[in-house]
């Protein structure tokens, strides 16, 4: 079947951003638990359709029809919610070519600032990248069953329009929080969807880390948003004695540097290679917001 048809479990942000990515090459179903996502979905340019972990007619009758399938759903403590729901109309879908399962470079766990690429251990420490290393091994174990190719994206701090330093400095909760030596990865969601495209337009499986090149400490990320802007930046704030969630205080329990070099390999090239080069791209559009391009803030340089 020369026809793409591309079926997303969980079309959340970086779903929406494949979607808008697709140049006519497939038709693009995506599921959600609400109904007043739908219209979102739409907009995207995906057909949109209700999963709430179980398996309805509508969702199996898709899946026959279903060439590529991503799944972008958090793990749970029974197992992976997709493939506990679908896995025997999976093994059912006469067209199926390839999977790709949306993880975190959090599966690596904190390696005290050093680098690891996707040959480094597992380390996980926080309970939900548990289960995602749990959920990664449980889809290569079935890909392997089925002879399907199973890609692993672990995917880094994510960012683009709506979310953003540039929108955390206009709306006031922007801060820098500083902790000596500290840095995180991060990825831009077009080249999220960029490395999901090159990936399904060759059935390449493996794991791949989907981060950009530069690993950099939060603040400075604050501060060449804030330039952009033409705005002085927020005053640094000292990471210990920061109002925290527990959430938030774990991802700053977590110190390493994740290359990406398998994904080169493979072919795919960045769009924004580093923070810098994303930000002055979404300045400069005026796409920060929401995707729509607009007037710079009142008061700052354009």
């Known amino acids: 079947m020369s026809q793409k048809q591309v079926f997303i479990f969980g079309a959340g942000y970086s779903g929406k951003a494949f979607a808008r990515a697709n140049r006519g090459a497939a038709t693009i179903v995506g599921t959600t638990r609400s109904?007043?996502?739908?219209?979102?979905?739409?907009?995207?340019?995906?057909?949109?359709?209700?999963?709430?972990?179980?398996?309805?007619?509508?969702?199996?009758?898709?899946?026959?029809?279903?060439?590529?399938?991503?799944?972008?759903?958090a793990p749970e403590d029974p197992g992976d919610p997709v493939l506990?729901?679908?896995?025997?109309?999976?093994?059912?879908?006469?067209?199926?070519?390839?999977?790709?399962?949306?993880s975190?470079?959090?599966?690596?766990?904190?390696?005290?600032?050093?680098?690891?690429?996707?040959?480094?251990?597992?380390?996980?420490?926080?309970?939900?990248?548990?289960?995602?290393v749990e959920a990664e091994q449980a889809w290569q174990k079935f890909g392997r069953e089925i002879d399907r190719p199973v890609a692993i994206l672990r995917l880094s701090g994510i960012y683009g329009p709506g979310r953003n330093a540039l929108v955390n400095l206009e709306n006031g909760t922007a801060r820098r929080l500083v902790k000596p030596d500290q840095v995180f990865n991060r990825i831009?969601?077009?080249?999220?969807?960029?490395?999901?495209?090159?990936?399904?337009?060759?059935?390449?499986?493996?794991?791949?880390?989907?981060?950009?090149?530069?690993?950099?400490?939060?603040?400075?990320?604050?501060?060449y948003a804030a330039s952009l802007m033409g705005i002085e930046a927020p005053p640094e704030i000292p990471f210990e004695g920061a109002q925290l969630s527990?959430?938030?205080?774990?991802?700053?329990?977590?110190?390493k540097r994740v290359a990406n070099a398998a994904i080169k390999a493979a072919g795919y090239r960045f769009r924004f290679p580093d923070y810098r080069a994303a930000f002055d791209h979404m300045w400069a559009s005026g796409d920060w917001r929401d995707g729509a391009p607009r007037s710079p803030m009142k008061g700052a340089k354009a």
């Not at 527990?246 to 110190?255: H, L």
């Open 246 to 255: 527990p959430m938030a205080r774990s991802f700053y329990g977590e110190n």
């Open 104 to 132: 975190t470079v959090g599966v690596y766990g904190d390696h005290g600032g050093a680098w690891v690429d996707e040959t480094a251990a597992c380390r996980p420490v926080s309970k939900r990248s548990v289960m995602r």
């Open 35 to 73: 109904e007043g996502k739908f219209e979102a979905l739409r907009q995207a340019g995906i057909v949109p359709l209700l999963f709430d972990g179980k398996l309805t007619n509508e969702i199996g009758e898709t899946l026959e029809k279903t060439t590529h399938l991503v799944i972008s759903v």
């Open 84 to 102: 506990n729901a679908t896995r025997e109309a999976i093994v059912g879908m006469p067209d199926l070519q390839w999977i790709g399962y949306l």
């Open 188 to 223: 831009h969601c077009d080249d999220i969807a960029g490395a999901l495209w090159h990936l399904i337009g060759g059935n390449t499986g493996g794991i791949f880390n989907v981060t950009d090149d530069e690993p950099a400490p939060p603040q400075d990320v604050v501060a």
